[in-house]
């Protein structure tokens, strides 16, 4: 039995973890790599092959760069099962086809302008919505708890990973030869005071701890305090007449976004301007929340029980086609716009961020982790241009970061964890994936002041054996 590590071995994103038990291969998530657009091209066209062949694929979450790449699996001849929980497969439904979409989109996009300038790039979808729908019914929805074995000694149950609706951690109970080990991949892990979602769960009995370490060097703000912050970022920006464009995940951030705005205006600590979401994406996931009332917090759910609905601040207006998202760009008004994608990579934003950077009235609130090389990294850089859509321009906005709302465990989230863990009672060592090589050491560092097993800062292509 053994782990080997591949995707956001090295980094944040691209996924891609390879468990090996009884002859065969079952693989941990499969990732988009997000950063240079040439770089991502390759590396999320370029699988191994064992990836293909391997039996069964374990997804933790609806995040791109956990599941992104699950059709480009498919097609490269991919055969398996994919287990995940019921909430996971309802937003790959859509989060998959979107994401087939946006790259088509983005392809005829460059490769008209590439044409109208005489280069000879071009650029190719990495996989359309016909692969996006193979991948989502090749998904088998497995609920918390319910344990099942997903090939000859291994048992999976998800445990509550807090982090996004349907985000599960992985519970893997090993039998090889005699030898029984439980192993467990945390995915992305969620923090204790989210108010959308419960806790994290602690699993007893785990023999080795697979964790993420995104925010590892760093502790969150409050909720509260970000509230706050957002809620005299958009007063001020509403008062000078600007817009307030804010890029998101469209899973989870654009719901909690929308859940503060919701409470901020009811406290009538914002002023009432229009709230666009130019994200259909994040839309039809708003809805799916609603579908899945099981997977929140007692309190969300009970509000949408009663029809309360959380997720709608007044002045909300859903922003589905292209053309009304041209339009409300071009109309001048005062406003607060959600659209993704997250990290700037693609979709309606750049459009947005095209028209309002050179506009000094707006603000730009960064909401979520950015990785190395893309587009958001460098406006949290305060860079002063950037290219959008291969242009260069100057970013006259304000630029801000509202860290509080991060759906990621902050340092202190991480070693709490992974000391509940161990307090069970027979933690052997702890593999740190999903960060950057700062955050990896800085937590490292913790967890072994407080005499933790051992910790290894995983690399891409190392292998630990169980």
């Known amino acids: 039995m053994h782990l080997e590590f591949y995707g956001a071995a090295d980094g944040v994103t691209g996924s891609l973890h390879r468990l090996h038990v009884g002859g065969v291969d079952i693989l941990l998530d499969c990732g988009l790599f997000q950063g240079h657009r040439a770089e991502s091209n390759r590396r999320n066209s370029e699988l191994p092959g064992w990836a293909s062949e391997a039996q069964t694929l374990l997804l933790s979450h609806a995040h791109l760069d956990h599941g992104g790449n699950i059709p480009t699996l498919v097609k490269r001849g991919f055969l398996g099962n994919v287990f995940c929980t019921p909430a996971t497969r309802d937003l790959c439904s859509v989060m998959l086809r979107d994401s087939a979409m946006i790259q088509e989109q983005d392809a005829r996009y460059l490769n008209k302008h590439y044409i109208r300038d005489g280069d000879p790039t071009r650029i190719t979808p990495l996989y359309d919505v016909e692969a996006a729908a193979r991948a989502v019914s090749r998904m088998i929805s497995l609920p918390l708890h319910r344990p099942l074995q997903v090939a000859t000694g291994v048992t999976l149950t998800f445990h509550d990973a807090g982090h996004v609706l349907g985000s599960a951690l992985m519970q893997l109970d090993l039998v090889e030869r005699g030898k029984k080990v439980r192993l467990l991949y945390t995915g992305d892990l969620g923090r204790d005071e989210l108010p959308l979602l419960a806790s994290p769960e602690i699993v007893g009995g785990v023999d080795y701890l697979l964790m993420e370490s995104t925010y590892g060097d760093r502790k969150h703000k409050d909720v509260e305090s ?11 920006t509403i008062g000078r007449g600007g817009r307030v464009l804010i890029p998101t995940f469209a899973l989870e951030r654009a719901q909690e976004v929308l859940f503060a705005l919701h409470e901020l205006r009811r406290r009538n600590k914002v002023p009432s301007v229009p709230i666009y979401i130019d994200s259909p994406l994040a839309i039809a996931i708003t809805e799916i929340y609603k579908l899945h009332p099981e997977s929140l917090s007692p309190d969300v759910a009970a509000a949408i029980i009663n029809r309360d609905d959380p997720f709608s601040p007044p002045e909300l207006r859903y922003v589905s086609d292209a053309r009304a998202s041209r339009a409300m760009q071009q109309n001048g008004e005062a406003c607060i716009v959600i659209a993704g994608s997250g990290m700037c990579e693609g979709g309606r934003i750049l459009h947005h961020l095209a028209t309002g950077l ?12 950015q990785a190395q090389h893309t587009l958001g990294r460098r406006l949290v850089e305060r860079r002063s241009r950037v290219r959008v859509f291969g242009i260069e ?9 509202v860290n509080g709302l991060s759906a990621h465990a902050d340092q202190e989230n991480l070693v709490d964890f992974a000391k509940a863990i161990a307090a069970t009672g027979s933690l052997r060592g702890i593999a740190l994936v999903h ?20 910790v290894l800062i995983a690399k891409q292509g190392a292998t630990v054996e169980l």
Request: glycine share 8%; charged share 30%.
């Open 358 to 369: 050179g506009d000094a009235r707006n603000s730009v609130v960064i909401v979520g982790f």
């Open 435 to 454: 960060g950057e090589d700062e955050p990896r050491r800085v937590l490292a560092a913790k967890l072994k002041q407080q005499a933790l097993p051992e």
């Open 226 to 236: 970000s509230n706050e912050q957002l809620g005299k970022i958009v007063t001020e």
């Open 393 to 401: 321009r100057d970013v006259v906005a304000q630029v801000h970061v």
